[in-house]
Every structure is written in structure tokens, then in C-alpha cells.
């Protein structure tokens, strides 16, 4: 997949989990599991799930319907709503709520996972100087409760003396403003990262190892794995970044002159070279459709952020923890500015144990959303044949009945576990019984079909455009797409249980025969590594005598076609 090799964490010891695979090898593995997966007998679901360290696994939460639920706590809420904290009394008094009482409300009603999060800057104020009393505090109470715990390190809250230690570890966006949250860049930032991973993870295998279901690694703002968006610049331009980007391209093709050919550019020498700014919606949204020079910057940003990620999760595995990686909506017309289709990717790898994906049910334009977007994403994940959560987002959409609907589009696509964050203060006592009750009418099954969706192709459109008055046209290009291809796909079968969406190709082309018929959403800009896979499929889909449908039959535009710069994600 990636020319260049991604780091390794140096005390992983020898042996077949600590090799690299070779990428479109991974893939290929990872389509066949997952057509597998999706057709597995229910007895079987948990197979996956039996930790590094040997535990069995996990009971059914959420009333049945799932292998396991969760609900979120984060270290805000910690400290604004319960008033936890490193310097205070634990238990704290006189806090709008109560850790205890939290614990037994959710427990009580069908959820088994508190998915927590903690700050690097609170818990090492100083360089070495680590301060775990907050965390001991909540892995006792949870643990001692029966409950597990997912556990988030959250790096985007820097502590300031990183800072002083690198200026330079910012992360810089496309109008060159600067943040003081670290670049994943930085090898100085980077290093004192993970020595405050290894001294967190030492910590809660010592506290008690055996509720911790799985640790997540985040840079992002929302907890998600995606780049951070503060307003509409894209990140990331930082010093270091933009040095690894310019040897990356030589390690491709080592003369100026070559990429100026192919980007129409007139830089001097590799020292004059810069990645072009970037900046979504408005009248720059569509302006690179077919700017090569645009797609090896999301190509370069895609490598970057997978590998980041990757390594952090190799450290977990190290220490016999499993990784956890929350996802936002992709498949949208967000996806240019969050990299958001590394998913596809990282839900690859064989370092990365869970997956989540969420909503807050609202589109790019911040509209109320059509609630099947939990089929796609749901249905996006299942060739990578890994248990997978939907996570519903309470800080838009508050409607228990979108949430129920959520739920219940949860259950028919079969995924292993539900989760629930923002929900504190914002849902009334009995949300999560009333929830995740009466569900076993609701089946997963349905024939085998597949949606091909290429989703680099996603990437065409940055944001939204402009309505004719200067307004932000409410239509998402990507994501409007894809909602009239389940319309036609849920006309010609009788039920979306087994429905497989591929933003993969490749891992479409060894899996054909399986599907009873195959849905193409031909996009309107395609890479040219994925037109050629598509012509094979084409083919295979003959040949074998599979029904093929294209969704889009009448679009007008003419497809476009980028040469890519380097070997295909």
C-alpha cells in the first residue's frame, strides 16, 4: 500500500503479528473475512473477540440485541459534571452527578462498556511527572462494578511544556495559523507521546487489566480519526509535515522538474516546494476535481494519518491491550478536509481490534439527516469482517426517536455493539432501557448484495458549493449520492440485511461471485488504480453472470479519470 515503510514500536517482539503484510494482500484477506463474517451463523460472532491476553468473551448487552454497549464519559464532563479531578477530593462532594450513580444507571440498563477519555495534559503537568489519581479513581469504581473500560488517550490536549520543549510541534493550517496541539509530524512531540502511553498503559494493566476492553489513540478534537477542522483551512502544513511530504514524492520520483510537468508548477528546487492550500466549501469546493497536484496531497495525507494511527496501536498491542478507533461520517462531502477514508484503511490493519462509527444525524449543512446514514456506514464496515460499533451523538439531535430508529438500523445490519455519547444531562432516566428493549423481532438478514462506491472518489468535492445567492448550498454531493442508490437498492430486494457496501474495489474483485447482484454508484471523478480494478470487476461480473446495476444510469457529467502518482491505498 505505502512505499514507505510505518513505524514499528521497537519493543514489539519478533514473531507473525509483528510483521508488516504486504497491504493489497491484507485487503484481500480482509474482503474474504468480511463476506464470511456477514454470513456467519449467530453462534459464531464472537470469535473475534477474545482479547491478546486470552479473556473470553464479553456477555450481551442491550437487552440481547448486541454483543456489547457502551456509553461515553469524557474528561470534560469529568471535571465540569462530576468534578473529578487530580487536585480535589475523590469522591468529590456536592458534584451535579455522582460516579457511582452513573455507573449503576447505565449498568442497570443494559449497558457493559464506560468509554472514557483522559488528557495528556492533565496527566503529566510536568515532563515525567505523571498523575494517575483521576484514572485509578474511575478504573476502580468500574471495574469493581462489573462494568469494562474503553479507555481514549487524548493527545490534541497537549500540555504546554511540549511546547517548550518544540515550538515548531504545532499543527499549522492552510492560512498558516497556528495551533498548540502536536503534529503527528513531530518526532520529538512524538516520542514524548508515547512515553506517556507506555507510562498510562504500564498503569492500567497494574490497576486492574482485565476489565480494560480495548485503548484508543486520538489527535482530533471529537475524538475521532480524522485531521481537525476548526473552520473551513485544512490542516496539516507544519514544517514537519511538509518534509516528510517532499521526501515522500522523491522516494517516488526524485527530480523537481517531474512533478512540475505533472502539476503545471513552477518550483525552483524541492526547498521551494509547498503542498497547495486547501480550503472547503464555497467557490473553491469542486475547483481541483482533476488537479493532480490535489490528489497526491490527499494521498500523502491519507499515508500519514493511517501510519500515526497504526503505530499508536502497535504500542497498545505491546503492553496486551486491544485498539479501539472511533470514526465519523464519511462517505460525505467532509471527507476532503478529515481524510476521513484512512476508515478504510485502518479497518484493515492488523493492529486495529474494534471499529466504531457515528452520527449525530446532521448533515454537512448541519441539516437533519436521513437516519439510514447508519446503514451506510454499518454496512461500509462489513467486509473488513471486524465487530464494529455505531455510536449515536446527542449534541444535535436529542430525539429519543432518532435515536431508537438509529438503534433499531443498528440491529438489522448486524452490527456487534451500540454506543451512546453526549447523552449526560441531554436524556431522561430510563433512555437506555427503553432503547435497547423489545428489539428480537428486528432480523439481520437479507440476500447478499453489494454497492460499489470507490471512496477516494469522495474526496472530488470539498464541502459544499454556493447557491446562485451566496448562501451554502444545503446538497451533499457525495452523500446524496449514495442515499439514491439505497433508494434503488431497497426497491429491487426485500431486505437490506445483507447489504455490503466496498469503498475498496479490490476487495470487491476476489468476492463477486458471492453476491446475488452488485449496485456500481459510479462516481463522477475516478483514480485511475480504481478504473482499472472496476474494468476487472466489470468483466468478473460477466463472466460469472452476476447482475450488475449502475445507480446513477442517467448521470449527465462525463466521468473523469486522475492518473495517480503513486501506488494505489
Not at 31 to 48: E, F, K, M
Not at 216 to 222: A, I, K, M, R
Not at 285 to 311: K, V
Request: hydrophobic content about 40%; glycine content about 6%.
Amino acid at each position: 500500500m505505502f512505499p514507505t515503510p510505518l513505524l514499528r514500536a521497537k519493543h514489539v517482539p519478533p514473531g507473525p503479528h509483528s510483521r508488516r503484510f504486504p497491504f493489497q494482500l491484507v485487503l484481500l484477506m480482509a474482503a474474504v473475512i468480511g463476506v464470511v463474517w456477514s454470513n456467519r451463523p449467530p453462534s459464531s460472532s464472537l470469535a473475534h473477540c477474545a482479547n491478546k491476553s486470552g479473556r473470553g468473551a464479553p456477555h450481551k448487552a442491550g437487552g440481547a440485541a448486541f454483543q456489547e454497549a457502551f456509553a461515553t464519559l469524557f474528561a470534560v464532563e469529568m471535571q465540569l459534571l462530576l468534578n473529578l479531578s487530580n487536585e480535589g477530593p475523590l469522591p468529590p462532594k456536592d458534584a451535579p452527578h455522582n460516579l457511582d450513580d452513573i455507573i449503576s444507571t447505565v449498568q442497570s440498563q443494559g449497558v457493559n462498556i464506560l468509554f472514557v477519555s483522559f488528557r495528556w495534559m492533565d496527566q503529566e503537568p510536568a515532563p515525567g511527572a505523571f498523575d494517575f489519581r483521576v484514572m485509578d479513581y474511575v478504573q476502580q469504581a468500574v471495574c469493581s462494578s462489573g462494568l469494562q473500560l474503553i479507555v481514549i488517550l487524548d493527545a490534541r490536549a497537549s500540555p504546554a511544556w511540549v511546547f517548550d520543549q518544540h515550538p515548531d510541534a504545532g499543527l499549522v493550517d492552510a492560512d498558516g495559523d497556528v495551533r498548540k496541539e502536536i503534529s503527528f509530524s513531530h518526532g520529538g512531540a512524538m516520542q514524548l507521546l508515547h512515553a506517556w502511553h507506555e507510562a498510562v498503559l504500564a498503569r492500567l494493566a497494574a490497576v486492574n487489566a482485565s476489565c480494560v476492553h480495548s485503548v484508543s489513540p486520538t489527535f482530533n478534537n471529537q475524538y475521532e480519526t480524522k485531521y481537525t477542522q476548526e473552520r473551513d483551512a485544512f490542516q496539516d502544513y507544519s514544517p514537519n509535515t511538509v518534509a516528510l511530504y517532499r521526501q515522500y514524492l522523491r522516494s517516488i520520483h526524485g527530480g523537481i522538474a517531474h512533478w512540475n510537468t505533472r502539476w503545471g508548477t513552477k518550483f525552483a528546487d524541492w526547498a521551494s516546494f509547498r503542498p497547495p492550500p486547501l480550503h472547503m466549501h464555497g467557490p473553491r469546493w469542486n475547483d481541483t476535481l482533476t488537479d493532480p497536484s490535489y490528489w497526491d496531497w490527499q494521498h500523502f495525507r491519507h499515508h500519514h494519518i493511517h501510519a500515526a494511527h497504526e503505530h499508536c496501536c502497535q504500542h497498545f498491542a505491546a503492553h496486551g491491550f486491544r485498539c479501539i478507533m472511533h470514526f465519523g461520517e464519511f462517505f460525505s462531502a467532509n471527507d476532503a478536509i478529515y481524510a476521513s477514508g484512512s476508515v478504510f484503511t485502518l479497518a484493515a490493519s492488523p493492529w486495529l481490534d474494534f471499529i466504531v462509527v457515528d452520527s449525530n444525524f446532521v448533515t454537512a449543512a448541519m441539516l437533519p439527516n436521513d437516519p439510514r446514514v447508519v446503514q451506510l456506514l454499518l454496512s461500509a464496515m462489513k467486509p473488513f469482517g471486524k465487530p464494529v460499533f455505531f455510536e449515536g451523538a446527542f449534541e444535535e439531535i436529542k430525539d429519543p426517536l432518532v435515536h431508537r430508529r438509529a438503534v433499531e438500523l443498528t440491529v438489522a445490519s448486524g452490527a456487534h455493539g451500540i454506543g451512546f455519547t453526549n447523552w449526560l444531562d441531554r436524556v431522561g432516566p430510563t433512555f437506555f432501557k427503553d432503547t435497547l428493549s423489545g428489539l428480537s423481532h428486528i432480523s439481520s438478514a437479507g440476500p447478499s448484495v453489494a454497492i460499489l462506491t470507490p471512496y477516494r472518489s469522495s474526496c472530488a468535492f470539498k464541502g459544499l458549493g454556493y447557491t446562485a445567492d451566496g448562501k451554502r448550498d444545503p446538497r451533499d454531493p457525495v452523500q446524496d449520492d449514495l442515499f439514491a442508490c439505497l433508494d434503488q437498492v431497497q426497491k429491487a430486494v426485500l431486505s437490506l440485511g445483507g447489504l455490503q457496501i466496498f469503498g475498496v474495489p479490490s476487495m470487491l474483485l476476489p468476492v463477486v461471485h458471492y453476491f446475488e447482484q452488485i449496485w456500481y454508484l459510479e462516481p463522477l471523478v475516478l483514480l485511475s488504480g480504481d478504473e482499472r480494478t472496476i474494468s476487472r470487476i466489470q468483466q468478473r461480473v460477466v463472466d460469472l453472470r452476476v447482475p450488475f446495476h449502475s445507480c446513477l444510469a442517467n448521470r449527465p457529467q462525463q466521468q473523469l479519470v486522475v492518473a495517480e502518482c503513486c501506488p494505489s491505498l
